[in-house]
């Protein structure tokens, strides 16, 4: 198992000071993150909502690159300009409204310049996934 360069507290303080715009909400919290995987909670709001019902898919994709972000930083530290360069997301079942929406996000492979991971996304209590999601990193030089 990787040792976390991160913990929760310096993730969640890091967060607050150099990404407000994603993290200052209060809506997700990051319930653990251990250099390997993390699970966030991302509470329910009306607003994740679209016509019909269901959890958005923007709402899903935003969650699951933000699980990645956080978990890659638990990995290497705090490397603000690390950035997405593909998510591929695939909605498996509906969203249910009035529940919390979990990622679980894992890595899969760390690299000097690349981070390649999946996240689950899960509605409340169901162990199915909603979306399942594969994502890759790129880690600048430091």
């Known amino acids: 198992m990787a040792i976390a360069k991160m ?3 310096e993730l ?17 919290s990051i319930e653990s993150a251990d250099g390997t995987c993390c ?9 994740m909502l679209r016509p019909g ?11 699951a690159d933000f699980a990645m972000y956080v978990v890659l930083l638990s990995a290497i530290g705090p490397v603000g300009l690390a950035v997405t360069t593909n ?9 249910a409204p009035g ?14 310049r690349l981070a390649v991971g999946e996240v689950n996304l899960l509605s409340g209590v169901s162990p ?8 890759t990193y790129s880690i600048p030089n430091t």
């Open 7 to 9: 913990s929760v507290a």
């Open 12 to 28: 969640e303080k890091f967060l607050h000071a150099e990404f407000p715009q994603a993290f200052s909400g209060g809506d997700i």
């Open 39 to 47: 699970l966030l909670r991302q509470r329910y709001g009306e607003r």
């Open 53 to 63: 019902g269901t959890i958005s898919g923007p709402t899903l994709m935003a969650l």
């Open 87 to 95: 998510l591929n997301i695939n909605f498996l079942r509906k969203g």
């Open 99 to 112: 529940q919390d929406v979990l990622a679980a996000a894992k890595l899969l492979k760390l690299g000097k």
């Open 128 to 135: 199915d996934p909603i979306a399942h999601v594969t994502s």
